[in-house]
């Protein structure tokens, strides 16, 4: 049983960065001992990688949702390949260059004719055959797609989003439990690497612009893209609004976690922002669990990093392929720190890159998870500013019964409808209907009106 002090939101962090600083010590210490039986040392790392791809399926979809045949047919990934065919032309008989080459016993030289040979032909076919990886795209999209049409169905769709509900609840139990592994599997992991590299140096350089990139690409997209498109839609200063949210994203930034951060975010909505009480409570919610555009441009970064580190070159149906598989598994990603790590193996079993690499950036995985948080919490909270802006007319006071301050035009017309109000004064009392007064109306069923 962990301490009580380990067990808090920031003990998985410790605990990580603590592994991750063993593990490496570890590794540097057993680099020049030439172990033999290395493959045992790094057991315990692999141990966790089984654990992980254990939860990609149950993660994406459920096995027993479909008949048998039609998992069978989303499951297998098809495609199709070059097969090269070669023609070898002969050689030409006749000379086609004819070259002086100087002799010493000849002053004019020794003539040379050379035959020209033409370079192969490459003709390349198509053949139909399938992939070894599996096809994760293609769960994503049938699993989209059956979450789409059950929701169409109604009443006949809810016993089964129920199944799935309660599968996904009990993966998510699951993940929770396994991440407390993380810790003890990243030291082995992290040191069996170390001993596996060539030159740790080169490396090094490596994670570091590799890190700079995920950060470049993390303000880029929270500092320059997100303010575009809120200023495009509602024509309003950005800075302004996200100056409201600094103490969810500082947050954001110590937690790691969405989820943690949600009754921050929401009440700097109500207060700082004055967005409407009702948009507030809708869209949070929902964007913390499926809106992780930070977590997206991580993992998609990270699987181009782990293809050039192991020298596989990316073509574009691939880059497409981890685009898209990116921004779908991140949908699915818990709201909790590090679980970026378990969907990050789905994105790279898409392109068939080695899902035990993912080793190579948990030494800086903890401090990138903070600020992708942060991102992803931003994209949230701006989502609900637009999401108010576009609904002004349908909510002009929020939930309290205050008027939305957030939209100007909405406010002044309250006041002013206010101030006409208090001009007029209340209007005369009027007596009561005819009809609504007791001596007129008949009594009920075994009642009496009192007497007088």
């Not at 045992?40 to 459920?62: A, C, Q, V």
């Not at 002799?103 to 003539?111: A, E, I, L, M, Q």
């Not at 007791?438 to 009192?450: I, T, V």
């Amino acid at each position: 049983v962990l301490p009580h002090r380990l067990r808090g939101k920031n003990g998985l962090l410790t605990l990580s960065v603590v592994a991750v600083l063993t593990g490496c010590t570890l590794g540097f210490t057993l680099r020049g001992t030439q172990l033999s039986t290395q493959i045992y040392f790094s057991f315990p790392g692999e141990l966790l990688m089984r654990m992980l791809k254990m939860l990609i399926l149950p993660l994406i979809t459920s096995r027993n949702m479909v008949p048998s045949n039609l998992v069978e047919a989303t499951f297998q990934q098809y495609k199709t390949d070059l097969i090269p065919i070669l023609k070898v032309p002969t050689k030409t008989i006749q000379p086609n260059f004819v070259y002086v080459v100087p002799d010493d016993s000849d002053p004019k030289g020794r003539t040379v004719y050379l035959e020209l040979t033409p370079p192969p032909e490459v003709i390349y076919k198509t053949s139909p055959g399938s992939s070894q990886q599996m096809n994760v795209l293609g769960i994503v999209i049938f699993s989209a797609t059956m979450g789409l049409l059950l929701g169409r169905m109604g009443e006949r769709g809810a016993p089964l989003i129920s199944v799935c509900q309660c599968i996904n609840e009990c993966v998510m139990k699951i993940i929770n439990a396994a991440v407390w592994y993380f810790p003890f599997g990243i030291i082995f992991l992290v040191a069996g690497k170390i001993l596996d590299m060539q030159d740790p140096s080169t490396l090094g350089k490596k994670l570091g612009w590799y890190g700079i990139t995920v950060l470049t690409g993390l303000f880029v997209h929270g500092l320059l893209l997100l303010p575009l498109f809120y200023f495009i839609l509602t024509r309003k200063n950005p800075f302004r609004y996200i100056r409201g949210l600094l103490q969810a994203m500082v947050i954001a930034l110590a937690t790691s976690s969405s989820s943690a951060t949600l009754p921050i975010t929401m009440k700097c909505l109500l207060e700082n922002c004055h967005v409407d009480r009702q948009i507030a409570r809708f869209v949070l919610p929902v964007g913390a669990t499926i809106n992780m555009d930070g977590t997206a441009l991580y993992e998609a970064v990270a699987a181009i990093f782990i293809a050039q580190v192991n020298d596989y070159e990316l073509d574009f149906g691939q880059l497409v392929t981890i685009s898209i598989t990116a921004t779908a598994a991140s949908i699915g990603a818990a709201g909790i720190p590090q679980a970026g790590l378990v969907t990050m193996v789905i994105v790279l079993t898409s392109v068939g890159l080695p899902p035990d690499d993912i080793t190579l950036i948990v030494a800086i995985d903890w401090i990138l998870d903070r600020f992708r948080t942060m991102i992803n919490v931003l994209g949230d909270a701006l989502a609900a500013g637009i999401i108010a802006h576009l609904c002004r007319k349908d909510f002009p006071l929020s939930g309290a019964g205050k008027v939305n301050m957030f939209d100007s035009t909405t406010a002044k017309r309250s006041k002013q409808q206010l101030k006409g109000d208090r001009a007029v004064g209340p209007g005369p009392v009027l007596p009561p209907a005819a009809a609504d007064r007791p001596s007129d109306r008949p009594p009920a069923a075994g009642c009496s009106w009192p007497t007088r």
